[in-house]
């Protein structure tokens, strides 16, 4: 085959290892190696400072008798995300001598988790950093949390009467709530709330751009979008705003971009889109101070820094400086004053945060055995004998043609074994020796550029299936619905070679619950490099880039509840860098049970119920029976997932 070249072998390092996993380019600088192999989270992205030993978490949390998988929360990580957008804007802001003021707001729906918002409010309370609501439920835990009294409450989502009351309830408290009218329908409602309760909210409007998103949430945009007000209706908007004398209400102009947007001209058509509309209603006389460029900002799952889905091909500065820039331009050219900026950005804050270490407990392999027989047998059937001869000659400069001709063997055997020409023996040999064939020209080919398409396939079919003690569908549910691809990385072992190429399979039982794509150099891979598991030593994984969504969108499917997890903090002053600051226990057998209304007082009762029923009749003696129904009951109180201590 022309153009392949063999590489040269060469010791594995750290280096090989980082470059493999791509952990510098999704990793942002909050992961790394240390000199003994191990992923270490950096909270600070300080090399000098402190470092975190994943591997020593791992212990930590297993004294305190926590089973995997396990969810492990970095809120150093949290901080330092959102001082970095804030104190961005705030630096362009005065770099670019822009008149108006940053106030972000985090949208809770990416993570609606307590401890994470009361987190946000905290780090973002310096900067005034605010909180974002898309339904009733969501109101009500961020009018509970967002005390600070400068700082925005941004209500999006269709609303009802009472979504409206408790919006007011909040501007009573003295709250910034601004209520956004997503459909024109609101917009009378809110007059009639606000005079029934005689309060006035600011409201804000959100437009449908004709511009459309990027990406797998590219639907979300453009006219046909699900929320927002079209032009015609904005205008309607403001001239019945004007007939109530309530023009002086509406304080924040909105638009919605997507999610997870990969290339940054879509952002920017959008944002120039958005920028001329919020001048020319301030030329009809709209009092608007706001400007709320939404969501969407995208970060690099793949480390690609590309415009593909699972990436972006921007900074999140080079984001703000867009937004920043543009939007005061506009304003300049047409002799409008520059409004206060507002975010809606929540992937890009809560990804890296958190991530889900999983331990791998079995192997499904496509294998064939050891110490095959190819020496030359006369008795041996034709396809036999052509099959033992192929891997005897098998080398590098074979390898292409070999594989054809074993192929067709191999279908010749299964045809002859229906026709009974071949026995269930011979059919065992020569699909052993088969699976021989394509395991040494993946092994010949290992450090060859430019393999052939054929060999990408046999990596991909050969892949053995590594299984790990999670459900895809509670921890990693994109991975599913949409392909969206996660890193995944070994939590040690970096400095020695990775060996065998795998994909992954959760325990549920459904054909779907595995991953197949993974990161790759240039391109998503079908499997995954990982090392042998070690013997006698449990081997871990990271899935990585979890906090936005995944925490909060995971399902019961099995009935595998919510994950054990491990809040960390980073100290300087301890050994290891770190203390375990809080441990929230997953859901027992019992309590998902209980979500889908059964009941487990009336569960035990049965149990006992047929044993006594076995214990009368002498098939159970009582001494077993007893320990059979505590069996029971302890099983209710136990850990959805695999004990992996037993």
Same mark, same amino acid.
């Given at each position: 085959?022309?153009?392949?070249?063999?590489?040269?072998?060469?010791?594995?390092?750290?280096?090989?290892?980082?470059?493999?996993?791509?952990?510098?380019?999704?990793?942002?600088?909050?992961?790394?190696?240390?000199?003994?192999?191990?992923?270490?989270?950096?909270?600070?992205?300080?090399?000098?400072?402190?470092?975190?030993?994943?591997?020593?978490?791992?212990?930590?949390?297993?004294?305190?008798?926590?089973?995997?998988?396990?969810?492990?929360?970095?809120?150093?990580?949290?901080?330092?995300?959102?001082?970095?957008?804030?104190?961005?804007?705030?630096?362009?802001?005065?770099?670019?001598?822009?008149?108006?003021?940053?106030?972000?707001?985090?949208?809770?729906?990416?993570?609606?988790?307590?401890?994470?918002?009361?987190?946000?409010?905290?780090?973002?309370?310096?900067?005034?950093?605010?909180?974002?609501?898309?339904?009733?439920?969501?109101?009500?835990?961020?009018?509970?949390?967002?005390?600070?009294?400068?700082?925005?409450?941004?209500?999006?989502?269709?609303?009802?009467?009472?979504?409206?009351?408790?919006?007011?309830?909040?501007?009573?408290?003295?709250?910034?709530?601004?209520?956004?009218?997503?459909?024109?329908?609101?917009?009378?409602?809110?007059?009639?709330?606000?005079?029934?309760?005689?309060?006035?909210?600011?409201?804000?409007?959100?437009?449908?751009?004709?511009?459309?998103?990027?990406?797998?949430?590219?639907?979300?945009?453009?006219?046909?979008?699900?929320?927002?007000?079209?032009?015609?209706?904005?205008?309607?908007?403001?001239?019945?705003?004007?007939?109530?004398?309530?023009?002086?209400?509406?304080?924040?102009?909105?638009?919605?971009?997507?999610?997870?947007?990969?290339?940054?001209?879509?952002?920017?058509?959008?944002?120039?889109?958005?920028?001329?509309?919020?001048?020319? *209603? #301030?030329?009809?006389? !709209?009092?608007?101070?706001?400007? %709320?460029? /939404?969501?969407?900002?995208?970060?690099?799952? $793949?480390? @690609?820094?590309?415009?593909?889905?699972?990436?972006?091909?921007?900074?999140?500065?080079?984001?703000?400086?867009?937004?920043?820039?543009?939007?005061?331009?506009?304003?300049?050219?047409?002799?409008?004053?520059?409004?206060?900026?507002?975010?809606?950005?929540?992937?890009?804050?809560?990804?890296?945060?958190?991530?889900?270490?999983?331990?791998?407990?079995?192997?499904?392999?496509?294998?064939?055995?050891?110490?095959?027989?190819?020496?030359?047998?006369?008795?041996?059937?034709?396809? *036999? #004998?052509?099959?033992? !001869?192929?891997?005897?000659?098998? %080398?590098? /400069?074979?390898?292409?043609?070999?594989?054809? $001709?074993? @192929?067709?063997?191999?279908?010749?055997?299964?045809?002859?074994?229906?026709?009974?020409?071949?026995?269930?023996?011979?059919?065992?040999?020569?699909?052993?020796?088969?699976?021989?064939?394509?395991?040494?020209?993946?092994?010949?080919?290992?450090?060859?550029?430019?393999?052939?398409?054929?060999?990408?396939?046999?990596?991909?079919?050969?892949?053995?299936?590594?299984?790990?003690?999670?459900?895809?569908?509670?921890?990693?549910?994109?991975?599913?619905?949409?392909?969206?691809?996660?890193?995944?990385?070994?939590?040690?072992?970096?400095?020695?070679?990775?060996?065998?190429?795998?994909?992954?399979?959760?325990?549920?039982?459904?054909?779907?619950?595995?991953?197949?794509?993974?990161?790759?150099?240039?391109?998503?891979?079908?499997?995954?490099?990982?090392?042998?598991?070690?013997?006698?030593?449990?081997?871990?994984?990271?899935?990585?880039?979890?906090?936005?969504?995944?925490?909060?969108?995971?399902?019961?499917?099995?009935?595998?509840?919510?994950?054990?997890?491990?809040?960390?903090?980073?100290?300087?002053?301890?050994?290891?860098?770190?203390?375990?600051?809080?441990?929230?226990?997953?859901?027992?057998?019992?309590?998902?049970?209980?979500?889908?209304?059964?009941?487990?007082?009336?569960?035990?009762?049965?149990?006992?119920?047929?044993?006594?029923?076995?214990?009368?009749?002498?098939?159970?003696?009582?001494?077993?029976?007893?320990?059979?129904?505590?069996?029971?009951?302890?099983?209710?109180?136990?850990?959805?997932?695999?004990?992996?201590?037993?």
């Amino acid at each position: 085959m022309r153009g392949m070249t063999k590489k040269k072998l060469k010791k594995w390092s750290l280096k090989d290892s980082t470059e493999l996993y791509q952990i510098s380019k999704w990793g942002e600088g909050y992961f790394g190696l240390n000199a003994e192999g191990d992923l270490c989270v950096i909270p600070q992205k300080n090399i000098e400072g402190p470092k975190i030993n994943i591997r020593e978490v791992i212990e930590e949390a297993k004294k305190e008798n926590l089973g995997f998988p396990l969810v492990m929360r970095f809120h150093d990580i949290l901080r330092d995300r959102i001082r970095d957008l804030n104190q961005s804007f705030l630096n362009i802001i005065k770099e670019a001598e822009y008149k108006g003021d940053y106030y972000g707001v985090y949208p809770i729906k990416v993570n609606q988790l307590r401890e994470v918002v009361e987190e946000i409010v905290e780090a973002g309370s310096d900067y005034n950093y605010g909180l974002e609501a898309g339904s009733k439920p969501e109101l009500m835990a961020v009018l509970a949390y967002n005390t600070n009294p400068t700082a925005l409450t941004i209500l999006n989502g269709y609303k009802d009467y009472q979504y409206m009351k408790l919006a007011m309830l909040g501007t009573k408290l003295g709250r910034k709530m601004i209520i956004v009218i997503e459909k024109f329908s609101e917009l009378q409602q809110v007059l009639e709330i606000s005079e029934d309760l005689d309060v006035e909210p600011m409201i804000g409007v959100r437009a449908k751009l004709s511009s459309k998103a990027s990406g797998k949430w590219a639907e979300s945009s453009g006219d046909f979008a699900k929320f927002g007000l079209s032009i015609p209706q904005i205008v309607q908007m403001v001239e019945v705003l004007k007939k109530h004398n309530k023009l002086h209400m509406l304080k924040l102009f909105h638009f919605h971009v997507g999610s997870q947007i990969p290339d940054i001209r879509t952002l920017k058509e959008c944002l120039i889109e958005g920028a001329h509309i919020f001048v020319h *209603l #301030k030329k009809l006389g !709209a009092p608007i101070e706001y400007f %709320d460029a /939404g969501g969407g900002v995208g970060i690099s799952y $793949d480390g @690609s820094l590309s415009s593909e889905g699972s990436s972006t091909n921007y900074t999140l500065k080079e984001y703000i400086a867009d937004v920043v820039y543009n939007l005061k331009e506009i304003c300049d050219i047409n002799n409008v004053d520059h409004p206060n900026i507002v975010t809606e950005t929540g992937r890009a804050m809560a990804a890296h945060h958190s991530f889900v270490v999983t331990n791998v407990f079995g192997e499904i392999s496509l294998q064939a055995q050891d110490n095959l027989d190819i020496a030359e047998n006369p008795k041996d059937h034709r396809i *036999l #004998k052509n099959m033992k !001869a192929l891997l005897r000659d098998l %080398d590098f /400069g074979n390898y292409y043609d070999t594989y054809h $001709d074993a @192929s067709l063997f191999k279908a010749e055997s299964t045809s002859a074994f229906k026709l009974g020409v071949l026995d269930l023996l011979e059919r065992s040999q020569i699909e052993n020796i088969y699976w021989a064939i394509c395991q040494k020209i993946i092994n010949l080919t290992l450090n060859t550029d430019n393999v052939p398409d054929v060999v990408k396939s046999l990596k991909k079919e050969l892949a053995s299936k590594y299984l790990c003690n999670f459900s895809l569908f509670q921890s990693l549910p994109d991975s599913w619905a949409i392909d969206q691809v996660f890193p995944i990385v070994p939590i040690s072992h970096h400095n020695q070679k990775p060996d065998i190429h795998c994909t992954l399979a959760d325990i549920t039982c459904d054909s779907d619950g595995k991953v197949t794509h993974f990161i790759g150099k240039d391109q998503d891979e079908s499997s995954l490099l990982l090392h042998s598991r070690p013997l006698n030593q449990d081997y871990y994984l990271g899935i990585f880039l979890t906090g936005a969504y995944q925490d909060v969108m995971g399902d019961m499917h099995n009935l595998f509840g919510r994950l054990n997890e491990v809040h960390v903090y980073c100290d300087d002053e301890d050994p290891n860098d770190f203390y375990i600051e809080e441990i929230i226990r997953g859901h027992s057998a019992g309590e998902v049970l209980e979500i889908m209304q059964y009941d487990k007082t009336e569960m035990n009762r049965l149990i006992k119920q047929q044993v006594d029923k076995k214990i009368k009749s002498g098939d159970i003696k009582p001494r077993i029976g007893v320990k059979l129904t505590d069996f029971y009951e302890e099983s209710l109180n136990s850990y959805t997932y695999l004990d992996s201590k037993r």
